[in-house]
């Protein structure tokens, strides 16, 4: 028994302290995170294992079950082993660890994440995650970035690619998508563009073909189509079917109109002439 003077008495600290006391409360200091103490063994904090931690200082427990484990993307060090544990240390943004309760003493312990992923946390843990199709990311960091209309990109992927000719995409697109007839794209394009009169595409077109002399066509047009009898329709003549004067004639499909003969006549738009002795 200790005998003090005023009543006087040196306890032990309570679970989670180190330390002597007077009367159980001065001179009682909280064991720090990292450590734990038990009521019988008050003078001395004991370390968690490597990779584990208490989630707060002054932490009461009787074994390594006091100790929580560090959570993916954190590390720490045996507090045994370097006098110190303060817990578990988060890796930086763009790094991550490769697993639960991870041992180091510095930055080391972590890796960066490669080209394709980002360093993201869920739910306290820390990893690379695959970028989406439509992102990407280079080494080292910590989100996915969009890819731009006209580009496209695979999961994982480090860089976007432009879309090829013929074909367009919008933002965050994971392909590009074929123009449709009527329409076309030059590579690296976020929309199709119309296809003029006079012309006309396939599906995934990079560029509009001009109708043959004789044909013609609306905007957006799959094909051509041929120009009546009594009109025409050639380079020189500009887009769409043009009636022939008078005094000319044509078949369908012509690229020009041809002269009645002496002593026949037509008006505009005709597809034959006519006789004046009639």
């Known amino acids: 028994d200790t005998i003090g003077t ?8 309570a679970g989670g302290y180190t330390g002597t006391s007077v009367n159980g409360s001065t001179g009682c200091v909280k064991c720090p ?11 001395d904090c004991i370390a968690c294992n490597i990779g584990y931690t208490t989630l707060n200082s002054g932490t009461y427990g009787l074994d390594q079950s006091a100790c929580n484990v560090c959570a993916q993307g954190y590390y720490s060090f045996n507090g045994n082993a370097n006098g110190s544990n303060t817990g578990c240390f988060q890796c930086l943004e763009g790094y991550t660890t490769k697993g639960r309760k991870t041992a180091g003493t510095d930055i080391s ?16 843990e820390t990893g690379c995650d695959e970028c989406a199709g439509g992102f990407w990311a280079l080494k080292g960091q910590n989100s996915c970035h969009v890819c731009h ?23 965050s697109s ?13 590579r690296g394009q976020a929309s199709c563009q119309q296809c003029p009169t006079g012309t006309f595409s396939n599906n995934g077109a990079s560029q509009c073909s001009q109708c043959a002399p004789g044909f013609s066509s609306g905007s957006l047009a799959s094909h ?15 887009p769409g079917c043009q009636l022939c004067l008078p005094g000319t004639f044509s078949l369908a499909g012509s690229s020009v109109c041809s002269a009645c003969p002496n002593g026949d006549f037509s008006g505009p738009g005709a597809s034959s002439c006519d006789s004046c002795s009639n």
């Open 6 to 13: 005023n009543s006087t008495v040196c306890v032990e600290c």
């Open 224 to 238: 051509c189509v041929q120009c009546d009898a009594g009109s025409y329709n050639n380079p020189a003549s500009g």
């Open 33 to 43: 995170i990292g450590k734990f103490s038990n009521a019988g063994n008050g003078k």
């Open 149 to 171: 209309a006209g580009t496209w990109s695979s999961p994982g992927s480090a860089y976007c690619v432009q879309c090829e000719a013929g074909h367009y995409s919008g933002p």
């Open 174 to 186: 994971s392909e590009c998508i074929p123009c449709s007839s009527g329409s076309y794209a030059s």
């Open 109 to 124: 312990a972590c890796s960066v994440c490669g080209a394709g992923y980002s360093g993201s946390t869920t739910d306290g």
